[in-house]
């Protein structure tokens, strides 16, 4: 599996941004699709966003559709999810997430349909 890092966590008030980074080591020579999933304090882990290899397929959740913008530098084996007009219900822990059995699609939103997993970075978002 591929080794997954993500940074860019952190405080920011309601309306605020931030811009999660994902960084990808071990098997980049790989394709991959990614995602990004977030888990509340007492919540299941929930779909944020997901794109493919070439960007060609993008999904959001209905609750961030609008708001975040998944992007992926694959030259850099780095991927970003840029989080505008956050709202506390937005606090979460931010997973990325890897699928290489098809990377040029999105073939799934749940968790099982990614086989890499980071370790999370925390978004707090104040009221």
């Known amino acids: 599996h591929v080794q997954l890092v993500e940074s860019g966590g952190g405080l920011v008030q309601a309306g605020g941004s931030l811009r999660l980074s994902c960084t990808a080591s071990?098997?980049?020579?790989?394709?991959?699709?990614m995602a990004w999933f977030r888990q509340a304090p007492g919540k299941a882990r929930e779909f944020v966003a997901a794109?493919?290899?070439?960007?060609?397929?993008?999904h959001y959740a209905d609750s961030v559709r609008g708001r975040f913008t998944i992007s992926r530098d694959n030259a850099k084996n780095t991927w970003y999810l840029q989080m505008n007009s956050l709202k506390p219900e937005d606090t979460a822990v931010y997973y990325c997430?890897?699928?290489?059995?098809?990377?040029?699609?999105?073939?799934?939103?749940?968790?099982?349909?990614?086989?890499?997993w980071g370790q999370g970075t925390q978004v707090t978002v104040s009221s």
């Open positions: 997430a890897a699928d290489e059995i098809t990377p040029y699609a999105v073939r799934g939103t749940k968790s099982t349909d990614f086989d890499s």
């Open positions: 071990g098997r980049t020579f790989s394709s991959y699709a």
């Open positions: 794109i493919s290899w070439t960007g060609g397929a993008i």
